[in-house]
């Protein structure tokens, strides 16, 4: 391993270790409002977490190893879940659904793929916010979201969340990036930046929930848009 590779388990340890200390702690802080949990989420809890898929990046191609995870990390998620321990359960899923964007993504021959999927997701996910599968189980199977979303807690216990497709998609397109030579770096924070905004605009206008995929193919094709083109067009001219 070389003194980069270390740098960058390093930065995971250290990172996972504050993450997973923040959320075991802020359930017991007094509460601070709801824009300043806004802001902590925002800026804070939601990036570094996110962050964590970012340094793990290296991972995605090694397939036996990140089928095996999936499968580990998504049993362990139920069963921790059930064992009421939903600190660990959380990044059981948050884990469970990085591995399952990569494992997605390796069906993925082309480029074009990527994009065509960048400009479906956000209609499917607008769709099922406002009247299909995901508006019925917010509000009317809140338990079963709880259950499969990854939480960003903030003081006081009180959280936001990101159902498992945003978590799929969201490490399906950084992992994209990687693959194809795009810009992994500002692909993230384009990315996080827009479901930070998704969390913003969702208190603003006192949503339920505001669907975060467009926000997130946003982010992909802000952080991409001109390669991607100037790719697609050279393939055409091939």
Not at 170 to 185: D, H, I, T
Not at 203 to 208: E, F, I, Q, V, Y
Request: proline residues 5%; aromatic residues 12%.
């Amino acid at each position: 391993m070389d003194a980069r590779a270390r740098l960058r388990v390093a930065a995971f340890v250290l990172l996972a270790a504050g993450v997973v200390t923040w959320d075991a702690v802020a359930p017991r802080l007094d509460s601070v409002g709801l824009w300043p949990e806004v802001v902590v989420i925002a800026a804070g809890v939601l990036p570094a977490t996110l962050a964590l898929i970012f340094l793990a990046l290296p991972l995605w191609p090694r397939r036996r190893l990140v089928a095996v995870a999936l499968a580990v990390f998504a049993i362990a998620a139920v069963v921790t879940w059930r064992a009421d321990a939903h600190l660990a359960s959380n990044f059981m899923k948050l884990a469970a659904y990085t591995c399952g964007g990569w494992i997605f993504l390796w069906l993925f021959e082309e480029l074009s793929w990527v994009l065509i999927i960048a400009l479906i997701i956000p209609f499917v996910d607008a769709i099922s916010v406002a009247a299909g599968p995901t508006n019925h189980i917010v509000h009317h199977h809140f338990a079963v979201y709880s259950a499969v979303a990854v939480a960003f807690l903030a003081p006081g216990g009180n959280a936001a969340g990101l159902g498992p497709p945003d978590i799929l998609f969201f490490a399906l397109f950084l992992a994209a990036a990687v693959r194809w030579g795009l810009r992994p770096g500002w692909t993230w924070l384009a990315m996080t930046g827009m479901y930070s905004l998704t969390l913003v605009l969702a208190n603003a206008t006192d949503a339920s929930g505001l669907p975060a995929l467009p926000f997130l193919s946003f982010g992909f094709l802000l952080a991409n848009g001109d390669l991607l083109w100037r790719r697609l067009r050279r393939g055409r001219a091939a």
